[in-house]
């Protein structure tokens, strides 16, 4: 089954101590992107990578690193968790870069920051 | 910078047709409007997606002017099962990548 798996899809950390939310897709998309959404804000892109090494910045990514080694996986990693990092997180992937059609999203991570 | 606008939320009744308008003015030359759903504690999934004129699939119609500054999405004869949070989404092309803009989406909720 063509999907997006994110795990895991809670978690409940402390401030400061590393984490990382992992992301992988099966179907051989070039387009990969992460999430998070809060209340009254939609969905905002933290990051996004358009291929394999190739990774940039969304409208919100202070705070998050990605890495893009192979093209199923894309993890998210807060290398210092802060409250404010507390979020419904998704990561997403598209067969095409460029276009906005297509996104297959993972099932979420809520994670809570304390 | 592209961005989008859409009213906050939205109330129906059962087998009224339901639009949704959603605006983005600062929309690339060759940039596809599209249209997604999401229920709680779900992802978004794709409902229909546009360039210009009106684009329907068997779901949903999408209207989009000339301009191309604003899109509307047709939800014909809505059920209970349509309640949900719709975004309209564009790209932004603005630093040599591609940002997708999802907003803040509009909710949805039919009464029966």
């Known amino acids: 089954e063509a999907q997006v798996t994110q795990n895991p899809r809670y978690l409940i950390t402390v401030t400061g101590k590393k984490l990382t939310v992992t992301c992988s897709q099966n179907m051989n998309h070039e387009y990969m992107s992460w999430y998070r959404q809060d209340p009254g804000l939609g969905l905002r892109q933290i990051y996004y990578?358009?291929?394999?090494?190739?990774?940039d910045k969304g409208d919100v990514p202070e705070g998050y690193k990605v890495s893009r080694k192979e093209k199923r996986n894309f993890p998210l990693i807060l290398e210092s968790p802060s409250p404010n990092q507390t979020s419904l997180y998704f990561c997403a992937s598209s067969l095409y870069t460029g276009r906005s059609d297509g996104y297959t999203f993972g099932s979420g991570t809520r994670l809570t920051v304390v | 910078l592209a961005k989008t606008t859409q009213p906050i939320s939205m109330d129906s009744y059962e087998g009224q047709e339901v639009n949704i308008t959603c605006s983005h003015n600062?929309?690339?030359?060759?940039?596809?409007i599209t249209w997604y759903q999401q229920f709680p504690s779900q992802g978004p999934r794709f409902i229909i997606q546009?360039?210009?004129t009106k684009v329907t699939n068997e779901v949903a119609s999408l209207f989009i002017p000339a301009d191309r500054k604003s899109s509307t999405l047709s939800l014909p004869r809505v059920s209970l099962s349509d309640t949900a949070v719709y975004y309209c989404l564009v790209g932004d092309r603005g630093t040599g990548g591609f940002k997708t803009i999802f907003g803040a989406g509009t909710r949805l909720f039919v009464k029966a």
């Open positions: 990578s358009m291929n394999v090494e190739v990774t």
């Open positions: 600062n929309i690339a030359t060759n940039d596809y």
């Open positions: 546009g360039y210009k």
